[in-house]
């Protein structure tokens, strides 16, 4: 029996495009379908030229489309998008909103923004960010993160991304690794080549990419901010005011005082602090001993000098055992949390982001529906 163009379409509606997380179908990327008794030609069109996800898709029309019944091949062939295509998909994607807004600050996001914060350098910030997203998407959040340490970015190769975004236009598709979508401007430089900005150029490359990007509809975003309270701190207080603080510090007496400070940030621009997590806590031996490297007591000692200033409870959520496989991970492009799950940093990790993880309501988002009264209450009206 010869398949039918009916179902051949249904298959392709399972085909999601591997950045922008949606179906073919309703991107408008499927061009034609056409049958010859039991061998299917599938036209699909890409956003760009050099889409780098093209194999992938391919493998993936192929895939869904070979399992509908009588079909005996499929050929896929692929195309580029035109400018009225190009069009019709970033209004599919903004879904009537305007092009320059920040869709986290709109009334109806139900996404937690996160900004994970350091006073100083060299406190596993970066590491705690990419394990801390690769753990709640594999938990079934939609996450993305923000690589905002535009002068010390490390993001895209702690968490595996080779490639740089697909544009469409003057929207930025930003890349998938390992369920989490990434952008930073690692991704935009010529190999290694520093970025020597200022304070106007920082601030406009942030906005750039909270307006340009198409996040989709995230859980959770998550924002790595270079260390110290400068430039970048204070852009994030302006374009997301309702973002939190995520303190990182390790046990060592000094970096505590400089985390605090970087706390206290919330202090002044009237953000929340989600809480404390304390790196490199201590190492595990062989014999099962611990060795505190960097002392004790900094995260608790950040935790409630913080509670004291905002007047607010700030929770140490939790410590995190120095581990040289972070460090492996990190260089690898594989976070620990899924490498290993079941290290004891990977657990602490684990832990941490469960306790970001708060479930998505409706309180306080509109529902597009108006009560309509009963015929016995019009009525007695």
């Known amino acids: 029996m010869s398949p039918s163009e ?72 692929l195309g580029v998008m035109d400018d009225d295509q190009r069009a019709a998909l970033k209004d599919v994607l903004r879904g009537g909103r305007p092009a ?22 060299g406190v ?19 996450v993305g993160v923000l690589d905002a340490d535009v002068h010390g970015f490390s993001v895209p190769r702690m968490l595996g991304v080779e490639h740089a975004p697909t544009r469409v236009d003057d929207m930025i598709i930003p890349p998938v690794a390992h369920g989490v979508k990434i952008v930073s401007i690692g991704m935009f430089t010529q190999g290694n080549a520093p970025v020597v900005w200022r304070g106007p150029m920082l ?10 990007v198409h996040w989709g509809d995230l859980d959770v975003l998550l924002l790595d901010l270079p260390p110290g309270t400068g430039d970048i701190a204070i852009s994030v207080a ?16 000094a970096a505590a005082e400089v985390a605090e400070r ?18 490199m806590s201590w190492m595990e031996m062989p014999d099962g001993s611990r060795v505190e490297v960097f002392g004790s007591g900094g995260g608790e000692a950040v935790a409630g ?14 410590r995190v055992p120095l581990d040289v ?50 015929p016995a209450q019009r009525v007695a009206g």
């Open 262 to 279: 970087a706390g206290a940030v919330a202090h002044q621009t009237k953000q929340s602090v989600a809480g404390v997590v304390e790196n």
């Open 6 to 77: 009916t179902l051949v379409r249904e298959a392709l509606g399972r085909v999601l495009d591997p950045e922008i997380r949606r179906p073919i179908t309703d991107l408008g990327m499927v061009r034609s379908v056409s049958l010859d008794g039991p061998d299917v030609a599938v036209e699909v069109s890409l956003t760009t030229a050099g889409c780098p996800m093209r194999e992938q898709l391919t493998r993936e029309v192929t895939r869904e489309v070979s399992a509908v019944e009588g079909v005996a091949s499929v050929r896929v062939e």
């Open 203 to 212: 601030h406009r490359t942030l906005e750039q990419f909270l307006t340009d």
């Open 305 to 318: 000098r913080l509670e004291d200033l905002l007047r607010v409870p700030v929770g140490l959520l939790g």
């Open 100 to 121: 320059r807004e920040v869709p986290f600050t709109q009334p109806g996001s139900l996404t937690r923004v996160v900004a994970v914060a350091s006073g100083k350098g």
């Open 325 to 374: 496989r972070v460090r492996e991970g990190g260089d690898a492009g594989v976070p620990l949390v899924l490498s290993d799950p079941e290290a004891p940093a990977a657990v602490a990790l684990r832990e941490v982001a469960r306790a970001l993880s708060k479930p998505r309501g409706l309180a306080g988002r509109p529902l597009g529906i108006t009560p309509v009264r009963s």
């Open 124 to 142: 596993g910030k970066s590491s705690v960010t990419v394990n801390l997203a690769a753990a709640m998407a594999a938990d079934g959040l939609r």
């Open 238 to 253: 302006q374009l997301l005011p309702g973002a939190e603080l995520l303190v990182v510090t390790t046990p060592q007496a």
